[in-house]
């Protein structure tokens, strides 16, 4: 059920609800409405009774086939009644009754679900059975499901449709294409392993998306060889099947459709006419003909598209070689003509005419244009076309390693930049080369390959005159320090670069310096500030220049920095970094950072069901997740933390097996997990065993994070570590990087573990404010701070802590929310809700509180998405966040229940 999970509960749900409903089920031929359906019938109830019709080709003129169908062979049906339903002397309400009649003796009051599989096809009497069902009372999902394409206006369908939507509450479910990433879950799914990303985007390509087709290619190649698939021919059934949509058409339209096949995934109106030679109202009419029978669409002004990707490789697999050969250059020569073709559709066609010249001199222009302009992939197909036939074109190396690259292909961006280096015939070549290999390296986590190159680039320096490739290979130092975390050379060689671009007027390397020297600065508490404000103008300028990789990076170093004050802040730097990924093609922040960043914000309202639900949906749109690479695998990191946070520890189990098995984690990352787990589930033999490893992986980690050790102490402190082996993971955790606020709260519960309740309390009280803290951290703090107040007798004070604290852990739950109500009983405090947080208007966030105002004022969700720069979904998620802590039980109650402005 890849892509249907959404479809599949929406469906459940009404069966559920145990009341009469209506689905329509929309979509194209093999985009699974009957698997969707087989999956709901699965999960239903011993007790549901399933009645399931099938329309075949040419039962229009077959009254009832549909319940016919349903029905043929159950032993409960009266013979009588059956005859009755087929006697053509009955008059159709007569015939229509007995129908319903033979229904609901085999129903009773059991919940049912009755499906009428591929309506397009259904006589007009199973229509009229259909409608009247959807009258009936009772437990009971009717569900239809039908293709579109299929249905004219004269069709009994047409007329249904309609007459549902007037009369019924109707669910409509359409299932759409998959999507990239969820082809790339497909494949996974039926081999067994991830696919490489490659392989998956050239599979989505040629199927379009469609589950039918994808299923069909991998049923045709034994051992599931997903690379060798992307080039395998159609399997002859299914070729067979999509060469039957035109066996019928006349000569004209069949040269037509030929002459297209070969034009590409796009053929202009224009074009198509002068490869056929075919004048243009006949065409118009040849046209509007294939797109009536669904073999083609309009897919923009002047330009149409075969609906299924397949339909083309079936037909030019007939086609004579001299045959393809003579329309590709007909259709060459008529681009070259005009002078302003796309240079992707020039070389396609170059190729296929055998000028390759023509073909290397558009691959050319092609890549750069479509860098240019964000679009990574096509780039790098573009490069790689021309590389085949000029291996050696620096050019067309470089283009493919910046666009592999971007479009997060690692393992190709690293074998284009390599030879890109080797053959580089300039400085400036060279230095530029080694800039991005040092990047590719760092996604890569090869730290030896890191140093060797920055070993070169230090080489290269030392032969270089004092100039612009001087200032940009310091540049690439500074990264290469930066991203290994040594923050002072990284400052060194940005203030160098600097100084030169400066003295030589470079502001293209001047920028790239002031990013790295910027984001080196961010990483410390001291000069965060001040880092914040150079990469805030280095956006600003980098926008202005169109170096739309250069501000992203930037904008990605201030999301995961110091939070702003403002959310609304925060949020509109994050959709801001999105855009200018999106524009550069900058696949791993387009995506994953972004939604990495979406999780944060939501952190950072308090709402922790928003961080997972944020995070989740990453997981579904990313389509390298599980790649090798730095961010392959920070979703399940990231998401482990969360689900620590909220108590699922069997989910945390699950994904610390996955994790294992991908390569390049970080050190700490499954010793960091283990040990987590090991403490949340009282287990201290495996937590101590754990600690073990924990602190070898920090020997060797040399960053460090105030989030990271308030999460681990907090964790020991549950499982009851010995105050000797707490102290000895404090001292590795902590060092002068470490936010102050952070330290001091692991400072202040180390202390209260020990008795010190006076000293804890100092510390508590100092940084229940802290802006750099969390809104779940300092409503642990504020439970905190009321136990050693506890301790000292002030139970008023304790109590002040305690509902701020109820306020601030308000979206929250696990182990945060359970610490507050252990101290609310000691203090006698009346006992808070099933997730443990207090209710009513003071449970809710500050982020609650703003959706809520605003839901008063009779916003929708699309509505709030927009205003306060977050998903529709995330709106959902706070909107039922606000209803189930006001008891609410519409939106329309929220405004009165919070008090309008």
Not at 243 to 259: K, M, N, T, Y
Not at 307 to 332: C, N, S, T, Y
Not at 361 to 383: E, M, N, V
Not at 447 to 459: C, K, P, S, V, Y
Request: aromatic share 4%.
């Amino acid at each position: 059920m890849i892509g249907r999970k959404r479809e599949l509960r929406r469906l459940a749900q009404l069966t559920a609800a145990r009341e009469p409903a209506v689905a329509i089920i929309a979509g194209e031929p093999g985009i699974g409405k009957t698997r969707l359906v087989r999956e709901l019938l699965a999960i239903l109830p011993a007790r549901t009774v399933v009645l399931v019709g099938q329309a075949e080709p040419g039962s229009l003129s077959r009254p009832y086939e549909v319940l016919l169908d349903a029905v043929d062979n159950h032993p409960a049906v009266d013979e009588e009644q059956l005859a009755a339903l087929a006697d053509p002397r009955r008059s159709p309400v007569e015939r229509l009754h007995t129908g319903l009649a033979v229904l609901n003796d085999l129903i009773g009051d059991s919940p049912a679900v009755v499906v009428f599989e591929d309506l397009h096809w259904a006589d007009s009497e199973s229509a009229a059975l259909f409608e009247r069902i959807a009258d009936q009372h009772g437990p009971r999902l009717l569900i239809g499901t039908y293709r579109p394409d299929e249905v004219t206006r004269r069709h009994p369908l047409a007329g249904l449709l309609a007459r549902m939507e007037r009369r019924h509450a109707v669910t409509h479910v359409h299932l759409d294409r998959l999507t990239p990433s969820q082809t790339a879950a497909l494949l996974a799914a039926a081999t067994g392993a991830p696919a490489p990303l490659r392989a998956a985007t050239a599979l989505h390509h040629r199927t379009g998306g469609n589950p039918f087709f994808l299923e069909e290619l991998l049923r045709a190649l034994p051992g599931y060889d997903v690379e060798a698939l992307v080039e395998q021919p159609l399997p002859w059934s299914l070729a067979d099947v999509l060469r039957r949509q035109v066996d019928d058409l006349d000569p004209v339209s069949h040269r037509v459709v030929e002459a297209a096949t070969v034009l590409g995934h796009r053929i202009p109106f224009d074009l198509l006419a002068a490869v056929t030679g075919t004048g243009e109202d006949e065409l118009i009419a040849v046209l509007r003909d294939l797109v009536t029978r669904g073999v083609l669409v309009e897919s923009g002004e002047d330009e149409f598209a075969f609906r299924h990707a397949l339909v083309p490789e079936a037909i030019a697999g007939q086609l004579l070689g001299r045959q393809r050969r003579r329309l590709h250059e007909a259709a060459l020569d008529v681009l070259l003509g005009s002078g302003a073709a796309d240079p992707a559709m020039v070389a396609h066609h170059a190729r296929g005419a055998g000028r390759y010249d023509d073909m290397i001199a558009a691959a050319r222009r092609g890549a750069a244009l479509y860098l240019s302009i964000g679009s990574a992939y096509p780039a790098l197909q573009l490069a790689e076309m021309g590389l085949d036939e000029a291996p050696d074109d620096t050019g067309l190396l470089a283009s493919a390693a910046r666009a592999a690259w971007l479009a997060g292909l690692l393992d190709d961006a690293l074998r284009h930049g390599r030879r890109w280096r080797d053959l580089a015939g300039t400085t400036t070549d060279r230095a530029e080369s080694l800039y991005l290999l040092v990047r590719i390296a760092w996604e890569s986590r090869d730290t030896g390959e890191m140093r060797a190159l920055t070993h070169d680039i230090e080489t290269l320096i030392a032969q270089l005159p004092p100039g612009a490739d001087q200032a940009r290979a310091m540049t690439a130092i500074a990264q290469s320090a930066y991203l290994r975390d040594d923050l002072d050379a990284a400052l060194s060689f940005s203030e160098r670069a600097l100084a030169l671009a400066d003295e030589f007027d470079l502001p293209a390397v001047r920028r790239a310096a002031l990013l790295e020297k910027g984001s080196a600065l961010t990483e410390r508490p001291q000069t965060a500030a001040e880092g914040r404000r150079i990469l805030l103008g280095v956006v600003d300028e980098a926008e202005r220049a169109g170096e739309w990789v250069l501000a992203a990076r930037a904008l990605n170093t201030l999301v995961h920095g110091e939070p702003p004050a403002s959310p609304a802040e925060h949020a509109e730097t994050l959709e801001r970094m999105r855009v200018d990924a999106e524009r550069a093609g900058f696949e791993s922040l387009a995506v994953a950072t972004y939604f990495q960043g979406r999780a944060r914000l939501a952190l950072r309202a308090g709402d922790l069901d928003a961080a997972v639900t944020a995070l989740e949906e990453g997981r579904e749109q990313d389509r390298n997740y599980r790649r090798p690479g730095r961010w392959a695998d920070y979703h399940g990191v990231f998401l482990a933390g969360l689900y620590l946070e909220a108590g699922e520890l069997d989910r945390v189990e699950q994904l610390v097996t996955d994790l294992a098995s991908l390569p390049n984690n970080l050190p700490i990352t499954l010793p960091g997990l283990r040990f987590h787990l090991a403490c949340r589930r009282g287990d201290l033999p495996g937590a101590e065993a754990a600690l073990d490893e924990v602190l070898t992986a920090l020997a060797g980690q040399t960053w460090r994070s105030g989030e990271q050790a308030h999460d681990l102490i907090s964790a020991a402190l549950a499982a009851g570590l010995p105050a000797h082996r707490r102290d000895e993971l404090a001292g590795a955790l902590l060092d002068a990087d470490v936010w102050d606020a952070h330290r001091t709260l692991v400072d202040a519960q180390l202390a209260e573990a020990r008795g010190r309740h006076a000293e804890a309390l100092s510390g508590y009280l100092s940084v229940r404010e802290a802006h750099i803290l969390g809104p779940a951290t300092r409503g642990t703090v504020r439970v905190n701070a009321a136990r050693c107040l506890l301790a000292a007798g002030r139970r008023a004070e304790a109590t002040e802590h305690l509902e701020a604290a109820g306020r601030l852990l308000a979206g929250w739950r696990g182990w945060r929310v359970e610490q507050l109500a252990q101290v609310r009983a000691g203090l006698g405090l009346a006992p808070v809700d099933a997730a443990g947080a207090v209710t009513g208007p003071a449970a809710l966030t500050p982020r609650e509180r703003e959706v809520a105002v605003l839901l008063g004022d009779g916003l929708t969700n699309a509505e709030l998405a927009r205003r306060l720069y977050i998903s529709p979904k995330t709106a959902a998620v706070h909107v039922s966040n606000i209803l189930r802590k006001l008891g609410a039980v519409s939106r329309t109650e929220v405004g009165d229940l919070i008090g309008r402005r």
